[in-house]
């Protein structure tokens, strides 16, 4: 698996980071995931699923980044009865996680492609963590073929898939490769978990995304955009959490 990993460029977005933020807020920020985790253990439940309110659901939408604003969107597509059930299928179904993740992105109709992977991956991920791993856009968008596991794997990993199942799958091996390697790039401090490699890849991710604004926008835009912290948070669907702290 190593091999497959840009060790080098991995460590040095490490670097980077702890350039912009101390080990404690990385560390903080994975102890943040794991209680989003069991809110959403504790709320999709399989004996629940049949049982929640659209309130309560929507808690669970809140703590979606690419979600959140767009619920009314999503209801557009789809009824709330129905999402019910297409998650109840994508969490506790006995086909395949390949089947099942494609059902329910068919489910969402003509909703954007990219809120529907980032929901699935993120109800998989955060409901069964030890199992599933996250995909949002911001960790491989295959449209713009961009992200934060491209800017550490090597030129040789392929990502993209004929169907969306197929993509999910790959990310999954991009993010196991990643994970694999946290002692060598200098990152398993943040937490032994997925946990941890979720963060981390969220700081490749906004590091890159700095250098790209700084380029692009004004100096008086750029003084504007999140800390890593905050933004690693946000994009992570925990910045609520950070709030009441």
Known sequence: MNQLVDIEAAREFMKETLAKVDKVNLIEIANTLEKKSLFFQNSLLKENISEISKEDFDLVLDKIFSIRRKKDKLYEFISFDKLKTAVYDLLHGSTTINDRFQIFFDSLGELDTNLKYDLA?????????????????????????????????????????????????????????????????????????????????????????????????????????????????????????????
């Not at 069964?128 to 996250?134: K, V």
């Not at 392929?158 to 991009?174: C, F, P, Q, R």
């Open 121 to 245: 991956g993120e109800l998989l991920h955060f409901t069964f963590p030890e199992r599933y791993w996250l995909w949002g856009r911001w960790m491989w968008d295959p449209k713009n073929k961009t992200g934060a596991i491209p800017l550490v794997t090597n030129e040789g990993f392929d990502l993209d898939g004929k169907k969306i199942s197929e993509t999910y799958m790959k990310v999954g091996k991009g993010v196991a490769f990643v994970h694999s390697v946290a002692e060598s790039a200098e990152f398993q401090f943040i937490n032994r978990s997925l946990f941890g490699t979720d963060v981390y890849l969220s700081c490749v991710y906004i590091i890159y995304a700095y250098t790209i604004l700084q380029m692009k926008m004004t100096k008086e835009f750029n003084e504007v955009m999140p800390g890593l912290n905050e933004f690693s948070r946000r994009l992570l669907g925990v910045y609520d959490f950070y709030k009441a702290a």
